[in-house]
Each structure stands twice: as structure tokens, then as C-alpha cells.
């Protein structure tokens, strides 16, 4: 399994879940909870398809 495509699944759909509270409104700084936590699900998500996409 590559690092390389782990981290950048995890860092492109976490940066992705970072922008979606901004996006809807519901996190005008992005610098609140609905953005951490969606930036964390985000990650997670992306490390689970990057994992899914490997095999």
C-alpha cells in the first residue's frame, strides 16, 4: 500500500470537508467545530477510498 496516495486522498477530501461548512454557511470563519469536524470525516474518507482504491 503507497503513503504517498494515502495521504493525498486524505488530504484532498479533508481539505474538501474543511470548505464544505464555509460553502453551506454554517461556519463563516472556518475556523470553528463544523469545519474541523468535517475536515477529520473528510480525511477519514479519503483514506478509506484510497485504501478501497488500491486493491
Known amino acids: 500500500m503507497s ?3 494515502l495521504t ?3 488530504g484532498i ?11 453551506l454557511g454554517w ?3 472556518g475556523l ?3 469545519s474541523i469536524l468535517f475536515a477529520l470525516i ?6 478509506w ?3 478501497k482504491i488500491q486493491k
Open 49 to 51: 477510498l484510497g485504501v
Open 3 to 5: 503513503k504517498g496516495v
Open 8 to 10: 493525498l486522498m486524505a
Open 32 to 34: 470553528g467545530g463544523p
Open 42 to 47: 473528510g480525511g477519514l474518507l479519503g483514506i
Open 27 to 29: 461556519d463563516p470563519t
Open 13 to 23: 477530501f479533508g481539505t474538501i470537508g474543511a470548505y464544505a461548512p464555509i460553502l
